[in-house]
C-alpha cells in the first residue's frame, strides 16, 4: 500500500463508499460509475427487490472488513459459530441447522429432492422461483391452489388438496409477493396435521419483519420432532442480500436430504458470514430498520389512497398495490421512465404491482411519480 493503510481503504470504502486504491504503482477510483456496479446508480430508486438499503449494519461492515483479509481461507469456524448461534436460540443442535448461499439454495435442494418423490403442493401465488429450479429436473412439478379472491393462502383448501402424490407441502408466511400472513395458531396446526403426511416447508424469509416474530415462527415444531422445515435468510431486514447467507432448520434426517445437493460450508464466503455473525444478535440495527421499513409502508399506504388505490395488508417490507384497470408492466415502465424501478406481473396477476421499502426519499420518489405513471400507464 501506498499513501493509505489497508484499514483506512476499507473503512473509507465501506462507509464513505468512495476512495482510492493504490496497488503496484496503479490507481483505481471508486467513482459514482464504479460504484453503481454494486447497487443502484445515483437518482434510481431501485424498489424492485425487498433489500433493506439500510444495511449492512455498522457491526456487520466492521465484521466483513476484518474477515475480508482472511479471504485467502475457506469458511470453516465462521460457519459453524453461526450454526451454534442459531441452534441456541431456538434450543436446537446443529445437526438441525444447514447453512447455504442465501436460503435459495437449501430451499432449491429441498425442492428438488422432494420432486424425486412426489409434486410440490403450494398457493397458486407465491415465491415458486426456487421450487420451479427443484422441479425442472424432476418428473414431478408443482400442484398449485386454485386462486384465491382475497390472495390469502387458503390453508384448508391446501389440506383437502393433501393426497398420496403430494411429497411436499410449501408455504410462504408472509407470502411473497402479497405480503400476508397467516394466522400463527391456524398455521401451527396445519403444519403439525400436514407433516403426518408429507415434508412441510414454510420459507420465513420475512419472518422478523411481522408484527409477532416469535409467534410467527414454525420452527417450535421441528423442535417437536415434527416433519417440518424452516427456511430463514439474513438477505432481507439484516440487509445482507449481496453478501448471500441463509439457513434452513429441520430434524437432521431431513437435512441429509438437503446437504446431498449442495456444497456445505464450500458454498459460503468468510466476509458473508462474519456479517451475519456480527449482525444476528443487533437488536438495535434490527429495531431500527424495521422503524424504516414501518415509516415507508406508512406512505406509501397514503400515497396509494390519495390515489384511489388499494393494497394487501403487509407485515413485510414491500406492499401489492391493486391498481384497479392498470396494467401492471405498463405501470412498471412509466415507474422506470421517472427513475422508479419496481416490479410488474406475476404470473397473470395482471393488475397487482409489488413495490419495496427502501430508503425514505427512494420511497418518496415513488410517492411523487404515482400519479404521473398511473396516468402514462393507463
Known amino acids: 500500500m501506498t499513501g493509505i493503510s489497508r484499514r483506512s481503504f476499507f473503512i473509507g470504502s465501506a462507509v464513505a463508499g468512495v476512495s482510492t486504491l493504490t496497488s503496484a504503482g496503479r490507481v483505481f477510483s471508486l467513482d459514482a460509475a464504479l460504484e453503481s456496479l454494486y447497487g443502484p446508480a445515483p437518482g434510481i430508486a431501485k424498489l424492485n427487490a425487498n433489500e433493506n438499503p439500510y444495511g449492512p449494519s455498522p457491526a456487520a461492515l466492521k465484521a466483513m472488513m476484518k474477515a475480508s483479509a482472511h479471504g485467502a481461507y475457506y469458511v470453516r469456524e465462521s460457519a459453524q459459530r453461526l450454526r451454534e448461534m442459531i441452534a441456541e436460540r431456538h434450543g436446537l443442535t446443529t445437526d438441525h441447522v444447514v447453512l447455504s448461499s442465501g436460503s435459495s439454495g437449501v430451499l432449491t435442494y429441498l425442492a428438488l429432492a422432494s420432486s ?6 403450494a398457493p397458486d401465488l407465491f415465491w415458486d422461483t426456487t421450487s420451479l429450479m427443484g422441479v425442472r429436473n424432476g418428473s414431478n412439478g408443482i400442484m398449485r391452489l386454485p386462486k384465491s379472491a382475497s390472495l390469502a393462502i387458503d ?5 383437502t388438496a393433501l393426497n398420496a402424490d403430494i411429497s411436499m407441502v410449501h408455504v410462504t408466511n408472509p407470502n411473497n409477493p402479497t405480503g400476508m400472513v397467516l394466522d400463527s395458531d391456524e398455521l401451527r396446526a396445519f403444519c403439525s396435521r400436514a407433516s403426518e403426511k408429507c415434508t412441510v416447508l414454510v420459507d420465513e424469509a420475512y419472518n422478523e419483519l411481522t408484527d409477532d416474530p416469535a409467534a410467527s415462527t414454525m420452527i417450535p415444531l421441528v423442535k417437536a420432532g415434527k416433519n417440518v422445515a424452516v427456511a430463514r435468510t439474513f438477505s432481507k ?14 430434524k437432521p434426517e431431513l437435512l441429509e436430504k438437503v446437504k446431498q445437493y449442495g456444497l456445505g460450508d464450500y458454498g459460503l464466503n ?21 422503524t424504516k421499513i414501518i415509516e415507508a409502508r406508512e406512505m406509501v399506504s397514503e400515497a396509494i389512497r390519495r390515489n ?29 421512465d421517472r427513475n422508479v424501478l419496481i416490479r410488474g406481473i406475476y404470473r397473470d396477476y395482471n393488475h397487482w404491482s409489488r413495490v419495496s421499502m427502501g430508503k425514505l426519499e427512494d420511497v418518496q420518489m415513488y410517492v411523487d411519480a404515482l400519479p404521473a405513471a398511473l396516468e402514462a400507464a393507463s
Open 116 to 121: 424425486q418423490q412426489g409434486a410440490i403442493l
Open 155 to 159: 390453508l384448508q383448501a391446501m389440506e
Open 237 to 250: 431486514i439484516y440487509g445482507l442480500a449481496g453478501m448471500r447467507v441463509g439457513y434452513m432448520i429441520a
Open 270 to 290: 468468510q466476509a458473508g458470514v462474519a456479517a451475519a455473525v456480527a449482525s444476528y444478535n443487533d437488536e438495535a440495527f434490527l429495531a431500527f430498520s424495521k
Open 308 to 336: 384511489g388505490l388499494t393494497a394487501l395488508p403487509s407485515e413485510t417490507n414491500f406492499m401489492f398495490v391493486n391498481l384497479g384497470s392498470t396494467n401492471a408492466d405498463s405501470f412498471r415502465a412509466a415507474m422506470a
